[in-house]
């Protein structure tokens, strides 16, 4: 056991859920972490979705009880590091997720400064089928043994 003194508190935290490099996110947080004095968890993840999968990283602000924090101070610095990773990253959205509240940032279309990626379709990486084809592909497969619930209407978070 440590001696010392115990503090507590109430338990709150962010998570940042966000696809791409997580090298350049780990870097990021380094950045973030020395301007701001603040301390993260990053974990690897992979997303899957419909018709694809990236990977990605979850980030993590907690309510550090030796170095307490407002709930709102907390949030506004993984809005800050959100936005961080999202443009060192190259990302057109990612998610902010704490225990009363899930927000997803987009952005839509990447900008003009952003790398433009080609399609690599080859018989072993096919492009993801379009909602359309997707739809139509669920139905004619459907039989007995199919659950009822349609997953094509999903739509990817990050």
């Not at 947080?29 to 974990?43: D, M």
């Not at 709102?72 to 190259?90: C, D, Q």
């Not at 279309?109 to 669920?138: C, F, H, R, V």
Request: glycine share 8%; charged share 20%.
């Amino acid at each position: 056991m440590i001696d010392g003194t115990y503090k507590g508190g109430k338990t709150f935290w962010v998570r940042i859920h966000i696809g791409g490099p997580l090298e350049v996110h780990k870097q990021t947080c380094r950045e973030f972490c020395l301007k701001n004095t603040v301390c993260v968890t990053i974990s690897p993840t992979l997303y899957i979705y419909n018709g694809a999968e990236e990977t990605g990283a979850i980030v993590e602000l907690i309510q550090y009880p030796r170095f307490p924090a407002k709930e709102e101070a907390i949030w506004a610095l993984a809005e800050s590091l959100g936005e961080m990773l999202l443009s060192r990253g190259f990302q057109r959205s990612y998610l902010l997720q704490s225990p009363e509240q899930t927000v997803w940032r987009g952005g839509g279309e990447p900008s003009e400064s952003w790398p433009q990626t080609t399609s690599t379709k080859t018989p072993n990486n096919p492009s993801p089928p379009t909602q359309k084809e997707a739809t139509s592909s669920s139905t004619r497969n459907k039989d007995k043994n199919t659950p009822d619930s349609d997953l094509t209407s999903l739509v990817p978070i990050i």
